[in-house]
């Protein structure tokens, strides 16, 4: 067959591999010269570039130190009898290039892919299954994997800087603005960006090793930053980063996956492109190779592109998104550790977005005037951590259920708790987009509420519900692992029913609660000191790590179970105060030097749409992998457990989540803040009023029970010189109103308390009427609540 025959994909598959033998054995010959030279360091010099590990140890496998690796936990062994599901466990392997043997994913249709000339084409398509050695990997025609597509293109032009000029390059090929950036978002960008954000889940989801591919991680991480997510990009520059760091580090859990991917990937560079970078670095002795096994000749480009290309931008969008999300503390680590790598591999090169990341957060930090916190603007370890994000169903996420067409669903499973309630639609203030300044009338929305099927006595319990998603952050075991009841007294009869997990020690209240525990979550984390990471904790943490731990509970619930954690029965149903604004409204993100080193513009990063979901680096990123890692759940493979579900989750789990003091109760200790958290799914139906026909008391269960009467306040008047109150009781219809703060505090400390559940300032009856009296009155009310209340719970 003549060349001219020749299918022309074929031949210029061909012309490659006979580059590539070319460029072999230019490479060997360089070798064989640079061998001679004494100035060449070997892969222990000092060149090495430094560990990302964030400022605390990353995973469970090694504590880094830059002098020596200290193996602190071996890898651990696989311990569950379920069969594993899609998802693949990376093992540690010592050569980098082994795998478990994977289970391969449900073979599902790829989504087609527009391209950019309108051709469908097919979708970018899973990885041909690994062999179980690739270190051989040399021809490009051995991989027919090179995919089409417009997506794939913008993966394999991920560039940092211009080698033959030691330049950078101003802009990565994926961070072209919008269009209109800095005014109305063009609408046929964001489809855009929508589609391709859709399409990346899915290859990572249904790519067996998808997920490893670092190119991959920095287009997605520039996609989320663009459409105002800098929380996510935050999530994904991470991830990038670590798996830069993973291919330094033979030894590291990811590192066969992450080489091999590189190793199927660099062949689909222009040849051209690929032989200039190793021609600089074989000759110019800039930076040498670090992670190069003798006769690897792959893994010096590998090293090339990792440390030129993709380290750098693994920097940047994590820094700057930290910064935008004002993590101001983590913000500056990573772009000095970014700039300290930068200035290493180029001769002293500095980076002009980790520099403005630097001055954007000292901006920062000098604009916070707060009495209480007082930060020395040099002091970047004290720098703050904590920022708002936005809170939505995001466009992508295909769990999230039509509440109100899915009522009879609910209403199932409220009579198995509550046999004379029931679940309907209600309309409620928008409080998290009311802005009482404006004194405009509130707006509206439909959410659900609970309500009486028949008229019901006081005193009567009517709900009664337990939970397996709960969390403590105790370290003693003195609570029940499953229901957080507290364990019975030693010396007490119901001690014998206390039950303890044969192989890791923890402690149930009774055997039901442990069998429930086995059946529903505790394989996950049986045995793999899950504790250590959030528990006993400062005070000013307790509430943040009660929330963290609940995801833990959730990720352990969802994996033991076989589902979508946004699947469970504990969190299907609950509103996590969503706040849906239309595209229309949304403002393209600018990425220009202003746009970083003002601080006023920071918040423009998330596209000029209302935040009102906490996020901060340690609890919504790097917590949540530890936790995956930690329970053999591999973070970059298994999609289910993605930053943003973890975020879906914390919206949920924020509002209607109840936390309690263990143990407190006239106990005379000193509070430290919330130690007991929990998840009940139909309790938390139930809205808010300061003026509730019930209370609750949560044990074992929760209940809910009809007050004898309601609150005395002045604003329901007086008739014969007696106050009125609600009756006690509840008629048929009418609305479960329960409290999410203690009703016998004065009007603003109570909104104060409530206003985290509620999204913002209470307006029931009795509030609006106690705010407007109180300010002609100077602030005071003397009112007495009743004491029906206990008082002792906070929700
Ligand atoms: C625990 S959930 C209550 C159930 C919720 N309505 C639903 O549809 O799932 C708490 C959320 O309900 C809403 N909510 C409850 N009580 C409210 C009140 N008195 N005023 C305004 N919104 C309320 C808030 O959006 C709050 O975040």
Redesign the pocket.
Known sequence: MSPLDMDPYQKSLEDVDAALKRLNATLASYKMSSTTKPAVPDSSNTQRPVSTSAPKARTTQKVKTEAKEIPVKPTPVPKRDAAPKTKVVPQANGNGNHHAAPIPSPALPPKPIQPSNGHVVPAIPSTVAPDNDRSHVESISEHPQARPGRLWQEVLQVRFCDRSSNEIMLHGPGLAEMKKAGQEADLEDIERLLEDITSMHETFAHGIYDGYVIPSRIVLSQKYLQLGYPDLAAGEAYKALMLCDSVRDSADIYHGDVVAQLHQLIPQIPLVERIRQLKLDVEGEKAPPTSRAPGEDMDVEVDVWCRYHYLPWAYRLLSASLMFCACLKSACYYARMGMENLEKSMEGQRDSWLDDVITGCHSAVQQIQHPEYVVLPGDEKNFPELGMVRREVYPWNEWEPD?LEELPEINAMMAEVAPKLEVRA?E??A??VYDDEDDEEIPMCT???VFAKEDIAPGEIILSETSVLTANNKLQDSLCDACNADLPALDSPAASEVRECDQCETVFCNAACLEKAEATYHRATCGNDLDVLLRDVPPEEAAESLYTLLLMRAIAMADVQDCHPLELDEVR???G?FIDEPWQDFVAPKFSHESRVDPDEHDKAHGDIVRTLPWSFEHNVRLPIQILERMEIDPFGETNYDLWVCNTLFAKFR??ASARLSGQKGSGTRARGPEVSAVHPMW??????CDPNVTWEWGTNIELKVRGEGVQWHGKGEEGGVRLKREGGIKKGEEILNH?CDIELPVRERREWASG???GD???ERCVWEERHEVGAGGEDSEEGSNDDDGSDEQ
Do not use: E, F
């Not at 938390?684 to 009023?689: E, F, K, R, T, V």
């Open positions: 509440r209600t409620l203030p409080l998290a959410q659900l509420g149903y609950i509103w105060d509002g209607t938390c139906l139930a809205n808010h009023s999410y559940a509620l999204g209470c307006q029931c």
